[in-house]
């Protein structure tokens, strides 16, 4: 039984590699200059909506894998 069911395993996808790929490819909402500490290549940024329809951006989250791939799964 072991030995069939690893032969019809599909071969591991990773899931957290192509959602990555995919948001490099991703057109940008707006481009912001900022000076943000570190060099990661995904950030994840917290902004407040205004009632004129902008965003105030208030803050960025400490880099965090985990914290990144799951912001990248919510917009995918």
Do not use: N
Request: aromatic fraction near 2%.
């Amino acid at each position: 039984r072991a030995a069939r069911r690893a032969a019809a395993k599909k071969p591991a996808h990773d899931a957290k590699a192509a959602r990555r790929a995919r948001a490099r490819t991703r057109p940008a909402l707006a481009q912001l200059p900022l000076d943000l500490p570190g060099s990661e290549e995904f950030v994840v940024m917290v902004a407040r909506r205004t009632p004129e329809g902008t965003l105030d951006l208030i803050g960025t989250a400490e880099h965090r894998g985990a914290l990144v791939d799951q912001a990248l799964k919510a917009i995918a």
